[in-house]
């Protein structure tokens, strides 16, 4: 029953995640033409998630990689973790950004102490510089 149950996820999850080097560079361009130039611009650095996959049925869950930069360069690699039980049917993909407004934000992701909070449940991020 656990692999008939889980299987819908796997397959949007597996299905979310493409080529990373060309996809980064494609989202960061997208967020640019989107309106958000000004806060790559003038932040300390950002992590570029091009593709999370997200889908459950009752019990579910999102996974992402990305990348990270400082002053327009890269410096390492992210993942990016979710579960959730609830009740919810279906899957999305999607792109995120993360800012950090300064070097101790910047610390704070790359040493875990870190969480995305865009929905009602956090998304644990991980650094691997």
Do not use: W
Not at 12 to 19: D, N
Not at 21 to 34: L, Q, S
Request: hydrophobic share 40%; charged share 20%; proline share 4%.
């Amino acid at each position: 029953m656990r692999t008939l149950f889980l299987s819908p996820f796997t397959i949007v999850t597996l299905a979310a995640q493409p080529a990373l080097a060309d996809d980064v560079d494609t989202a960061i361009e997208n967020f640019r033409r989107a309106g958000a130039g000004d806060f790559i611009g003038d932040s300390y650095g950002y992590a570029v998630f091009p593709s999370i996959g997200k889908g459950g049925i009752g019990i579910g869950g999102a996974h992402g990689k990305g990348e990270v930069f400082v002053g327009g360069k890269k410096v390492g690699k992210t993942k990016m973790s979710q579960i959730t039980c609830g009740p919810h049917l279906g899957g999305q993909v999607y792109s995120q950004m993360i800012f950090f407004r300064d070097e101790r934000a910047f610390d704070d992701f790359t040493f875990g102490i870190f969480e995305c909070g865009a929905q009602a449940r956090s998304q644990p991020c991980r650094f691997t510089g």
